[in-house]
């Protein structure tokens, strides 16, 4: 049987024939007598063909089936000769030792089906200790959303598999390192693909970092993370999946990692390009929650006296933000993060401004949806925050007029509530505090209160008159 395997493989038949012709002849023999030679021997041409790549330029899931057929039928001779070595080796495998991208993953595929056949063996424990050792090596070695994925199902039918104490940390960085390079592709399919996968992985780095004790593996992810976002030299942007990892990190101890970077002399471009990429992660669609520590981060800033950053953020991303409303799948998440930094930006109009012209198309878009009475009430209390611009606002008015306007007390509310967000110390941020850092000329200039820009034109003018 294995001389017929490998005439097979060798021959000069169509990849669709040699499929064919080993699924019939040698799967559907798995369960025949053999010899225990001639089953060793397709043990290895197979296990070379997955692992390897250096057998056949057929796929290489079409080498586990066969691997798998005759170990499942031949147990005895798979315990004898799958050592803890041999495992350690295929797991050793790197890029430039693999001549086809999905060996990678079908070698995982391979072992968590070894391990499946093997579990009730004396030697399943030693091998998930081999597993557990190795994986973090395999991981880093192989940046692949679809290995990283094999390995999370892995480990979650099998959890000894899951490495501890630091080499956990590592694991989980690595993960961090994989998702911040996986690319989205174009096509619905393997769109689809990505998302599923993400998933699975999610689903592993959640069993691990919702421990409470693994504070230490939370932080370090988290760290992980906030390095990746805040290389500004980097050769290209780091993936929106990464989105997905704020959704299993706690909140709570990601605001006491994140203080430190805030508080640190950061970069205040820095913190911009971290804010930005946090903002753009809202659209993966497995990123319900990042708006949570968008908020997060910019009260933190707002805390640090770091206020021109915010301005210019929210005048950077409000465009953005405000266009996402249009998509039902990420709507309410846009639009809790659209009021925040609307509502807390009360000094300067100008966010409010980009986006006035096109909320009256907005609210017709969102017309049977509840979210349209929400921007609705949150423009009325702009137009209290922001008043003196009547050729501005005239056109918005009229789409207004279906919805509930609420009453003056609810707007002061509102209004309040949100300043509270800009306070320091308690204090609340007035008007004496601007939200403007001087310049590299040490000047800075006068807020425009809705009708004042005359005025601080020419109160700006008189002031650079030295004579």
């Not at 060793?40 to 057929?69: H, M, Q, R």
């Not at 929650?289 to 908020?295: G, H, L, N, P, R």
């Not at 009475?373 to 008043?387: D, I």
């Amino acid at each position: 049987m294995d001389q017929i395997l490998l005439g097979i493989l060798k021959s000069d038949h169509p990849p669709t024939l040699q499929q064919q012709l080993i699924e019939k002849l040698v799967v559907a023999a798995a369960d025949s007598r053999l010899s225990q030679k001639v089953c060793v021997d397709i043990l290895e041409i197979s296990s070379n063909w997955v692992v390897y790549s250096d057998v056949t330029e057929l796929p290489c899931s079409l080498g586990v089936k066969v691997f798998l057929a005759f170990a499942g039928c031949n147990k005895a001779v798979l315990e004898s000769y799958v050592s803890t070595d041999r495992l350690a080796s295929w797991m050793s495998v790197t890029k430039a030792t693999s001549s086809k991208p999905d060996n990678r993953s079908a070698t995982v595929v391979l072992i968590r089906g070894i391990l499946q056949l093997l579990t009730s063996q004396q030697s399943f424990l030693k091998l998930s200790n081999v597993v557990q050792r190795m994986a973090v090596t395999y991981v880093r070695e192989h940046l692949d959303i679809r290995v990283l994925k094999d390995i999370s199902l892995l480990m979650l039918s099998y959890r000894g598999c899951i490495p501890q104490g630091y080499p956990k940390e590592l694991f989980c960085s690595a993960a961090v390192q994989t998702l911040a390079v996986t690319e989205i592709p174009h096509d619905m399919h393997g769109f689809a693909r990505v998302v599923s996968d993400v998933k699975t992985v999610m689903q592993l780095l959640f069993c691990i970092l919702s421990n409470e004790s693994d504070v230490k593996c939370v932080v370090s992810s988290i760290r992980t993370l906030y390095e990746i976002v805040a290389s500004v030299d980097q050769c290209r942007q780091p993936s929106v999946v990464l989105g997905s990892v704020l959704e299993v990190l706690p909140l709570e101890i990601g605001a006491r990692v994140m203080q430190q970077f805030v508080t640190l002399d950061t970069e205040v471009s820095v913190l911009r390009v971290v804010l930005g990429y946090m903002i753009d992660w809202l659209l993966w669609p497995l990123s319900g929650s990042v708006y949570k520590w968008v908020i997060m981060l910019m009260k933190q800033l707002t805390a640090e006296g770091k206020y021109s950053l915010i301005v210019q953020v929210t005048e950077d991303k409000v465009d953005q933000v405000f266009k996402k409303l249009a998509i039902p799948l990420v709507r309410e998440r846009h639009m809790r993060l659209l009021s925040f930094i609307l509502l807390s930006c009360q000094i300067s109009p100008e966010p409010f401004h980009k986006i006035v012209g096109n909320i009256p198309v907005m609210l017709q878009q969102l017309k049977c949806d509840s979210i349209a009475q929400e921007l609705a009430t949150m423009t009325h209390v702009l137009l209290y925050l922001h008043p003196g611009f009547p050729d501005l606002y005239e056109p918005l008015l009229d789409s207004l007029q279906e919805y509930e306007k609420p009453s003056l007390d609810q707007i002061k509310q509102c209004v309040s509530e949100h300043r509270l967000s800009n306070a320091i110390a308690g204090t609340p941020l007035t008007f004496s505090c601007l939200l403007l850092e001087k310049s590299e000329t040490g000047k800075t200039g006068l807020v425009n209160l809705g009708n004042t820009c005359y005025m601080n034109s020419t109160v700006q003018a008189i002031y650079m008159c030295y004579e």
